[in-house]
């Protein structure tokens, strides 16, 4: 048979886009705090997702656990009156610019981190660049060196203003 033989492709780590590498400026609430403004980007490798407020610890989301990006209409929308007057001032409706991400570590276990933009092409582009990053076979299923990366920039990403990392006794 002709042509029968092994076929073999790389497959590649899709590298992260330049906006999440530099940031991208959205507003981010939940129900229980006040709307704040904070960076969202990733690392070089795109397997963090960290969120650096100005004057609020950073945090971070290992985008293996994230199952979902949610925008416009299927996205979460603030239930408070105050949280929605705070999201308003934008370019385009509010129900456009929400971005909600879902994350978890099994199905039924979901939580959201919820996001306004400032217009509704900043959500999408922000969407289209993580859900090409969590579809990625990769970030659960590659070598040790891989995961030493990840936890090397889970551990950037706590860092505070000053570049220290916390460590508490």
């Given at each position: 048979m002709a042509?029968?033989?092994p076929q073999t492709s790389k497959l590649s780590?899709?590298?992260p886009s330049?906006?999440?590498?530099?940031?991208?400026?959205?507003?981010?609430?939940?129900?229980?705090?006040?709307?704040y403004d904070c960076v969202v980007k990733t690392d070089e490798?795109?397997?963090v997702l960290g969120f650096v407020a100005e004057g609020k610890d950073s945090s971070y989301l290992d985008l293996s656990f994230v199952s979902d990006v949610r925008i416009g209409p299927f996205a979460k929308a603030p239930k408070d009156a105050r949280t929605r007057e705070a999201l308003l001032p934008g370019d385009d409706s509010l129900d456009d610019r929400l971005v909600s991400v879902a994350y978890g570590s099994n199905m039924f276990d979901i939580s959201f981190i919820n996001f306004g933009a400032s217009s509704a092409q900043v959500a999408k582009e922000f969407a289209a660049d993580v859900m090409s990053l969590m579809r990625n076979v990769f970030l659960s299923n590659d070598n040790v060196m891989l995961f030493v990366r990840k936890a090397h920039a889970k551990l950037m990403f706590s860092a505070d203003s000053s570049g220290r990392?916390?460590?508490?006794?």
């Amino acid at each position: 048979m002709a042509g029968a033989g092994p076929q073999t492709s790389k497959l590649s780590i899709p590298k992260p886009s330049v906006s999440l590498l530099e940031g991208v400026s959205l507003k981010r609430w939940d129900e229980e705090s006040a709307p704040y403004d904070c960076v969202v980007k990733t690392d070089e490798l795109g397997l963090v997702l960290g969120f650096v407020a100005e004057g609020k610890d950073s945090s971070y989301l290992d985008l293996s656990f994230v199952s979902d990006v949610r925008i416009g209409p299927f996205a979460k929308a603030p239930k408070d009156a105050r949280t929605r007057e705070a999201l308003l001032p934008g370019d385009d409706s509010l129900d456009d610019r929400l971005v909600s991400v879902a994350y978890g570590s099994n199905m039924f276990d979901i939580s959201f981190i919820n996001f306004g933009a400032s217009s509704a092409q900043v959500a999408k582009e922000f969407a289209a660049d993580v859900m090409s990053l969590m579809r990625n076979v990769f970030l659960s299923n590659d070598n040790v060196m891989l995961f030493v990366r990840k936890a090397h920039a889970k551990l950037m990403f706590s860092a505070d203003s000053s570049g220290r990392i916390p460590v508490k006794l």
